[in-house]
Nanobody, 115 residues
Framework: QVQLVESGGGLVQAGGSLRLSCVAS????????ICWYRQAPGNQRDVVAV???????NYADAVKGRFTISRDNTKNTVYLQMNSLKPEDTAVYYC?????????WGQGTQVTVSS
């Protein structure tokens, strides 16, 4: 069973930065993709950034130019660098690993951006 553990969330002022980490118990290079999602209260869970096994990266329009997804295969870790944070970025951020047959989720980490 694959386990994903997110960390790095917290409270930050608007314009600040945070870096989220997602450590996988499996080899991240074996997954088809690793994604970051976020879910604000009352909203659906939306994808924020995706990094695919071949290295292709995509971002949601709302975070383009501000967020950067990256991975360190030697540490089985995927990062989400979040800069120029806005109050509307406030949400629980989840790491998601897409395997060949299964989808895995972390427990989430809270990000709160104050105005």
């Amino acid at each position: 069973q694959v386990q994903l553990v997110e960390s790095g969330g917290g409270l930050v002022q608007a314009g600040g930065s945070l870096r989220l980490s997602c450590v996988a118990s499996g080899i991240i290079g074996t997954f088809n993709a690793i994604c970051w999602y976020r879910q604000a209260p009352g909203n659906q869970r939306d994808v924020v950034a995706v990094i695919r096994r071949g290295g292709t990266i995509n971002y949601a329009d709302a975070v383009k130019g501000r967020f950067t997804i990256s991975r360190d295969n030697t540490k089985n870790t995927v990062y989400l660098q979040m800069n120029s944070l806005k109050p509307e970025d406030t949400a629980v951020y989840y790491c998601n690993a897409v395997g060949q047959y299964n989808n895995y989720w972390g427990q989430g980490t809270q990000v709160t951006v104050s105005s």
